[in-house]
């Protein structure tokens, strides 16, 4: 009769637990990572360590307390000022780290507790999932593959916030991670969840790296053709998820740029328009100094594809094999 006894409730809670505590650590993880790449944002283009000096109030050089620190949460009880000066505090900072917990985070956790059910490819989803996966019997390549990918996800947000304010950067630090993220995935092909046509496996015969050398090599290919009609980040992205995915993430995150990137238009008033008092906020608020087309996708549109497509990557490859090889 679909009698639910407070019982069953409570055990079907207890097995939900470790999953939640999981998540959240996952979140709160992340969000902290994002209240880094904050200083790193800040302060790379300026010169500064990223990792000597604690974090001070960029007005009047105070340093912010550790209890003051927590992410998000931080800005929310100082009501987005500072506890010594009253300068208000950019709305920008709780939203990266918003940003970092709850979708880089956020997509981590779903990727992890699924077992890797959204990712293509043979080499997860054993047909276990939640916290099992990660506390009781770890499937390491899931954590490593999770790591790489959340890596990148971060990576273009950095790239994209750079460019937001209008720093270009530099093809030295591209290169760098592009060969990074090519050199683990020939050594650890189980890192590149791609096959170089749909079906898997291509080569049952051939050297393992050859798999991943093909799909980061027609990546890169594809990255070049379709990163034209971007921002230099998104360039410079689509060349990161061409190594790190394949072809056919660049071509589907590519399709998905102007969707996303229309309604990031409709969504943000366009910073330009708010003529501000201060020296240094007008810096930030001058969106790109003529690095960003308003209407053109851009690197933060970038964030929102990658995500998306690496939420559903299985289910996007397998539409795709109706259609393409
Ligand atoms: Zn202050």
Redesign the pocket.
């Known amino acids: 009769m679909g009698m639910v006894t407070t019982a069953a409730v409570f055990e079907q809670l207890g097995w939900l637990l470790p999953d939640l505590a999981t998540a959240g650590v996952v979140l709160v993880l992340a969000a902290n990572l994002g209240s880094f790449l904050n200083v790193v944002v800040h302060r790379l283009p300026l010169g500064e360590s990223v990792v000597y000096g604690g974090s001070h ?1 960029p ?2 050089g ?1 340093a912010i307390r550790a209890y003051d620190n927590v992410p998000v949460l931080g800005w929310l009880w100082l009501r987005g000022r ?1 506890r ?2 009253q ?1 208000p505090i950019a709305l920008r900072y709780p939203l990266v780290e918003a940003v970092c917990g709850g979708w880089v985070g956020g997509i981590a956790a779903v990727q992890l507790l699924s077992g890797g059910r959204n990712l293509p490819g043979p080499w997860y989803g054993g047909g276990r999932s939640g916290s099992d996966v990660l506390l009781l019997h770890t499937d390491w390549q899931l954590v490593a593959v999770t790591l790489m990918l959340s890596a990148i996800l971060l990576t273009l947000l950095v790239w994209s916030l750079l460019e937001w304010d209008g720093h270009r950067v530099s093809g030295r630090w591209v290169f760098a991670m592009l060969l990074a993220v090519g050199v683990a995935a020939l050594i650890a092909p189980a890192l590149q969840p791609a096959g170089v046509l749909s079906q898997y496996p291509l080569w049952p015969q051939s050297p393992r790296w050859l798999r991943p050398l093909v799909v980061s090599a027609l990546g890169l290919l594809a990255a070049v053709v379709l990163g034209r009609f971007g921002s230099s980040v998104v360039r410079q992205g689509l060349l990161l998820l061409g190594v790190a995915c394949g072809w056919r993430a660049v071509m589907v995150v590519a399709g998905l740029l102007p969707i996303v990137a229309a309604i990031r238009r409709g969504l943000i008033p366009q910073p330009l328009a708010e003529p501000e008092s201060d020296g240094t906020e007008t810096e930030a608020a001058s969106c790109g100094a003529g690095l960003l087309v308003w209407g053109h996708p851009a690197g933060v549109d970038m964030v929102v594809a990658a995500g998306l497509h690496q939420l559903a990557w299985r289910w996007i490859d397998q539409l795709l094999a109706c259609v393409m090889p």
């Open positions: 109030c007005k009047c105070a500072c010594d000066c300068a």
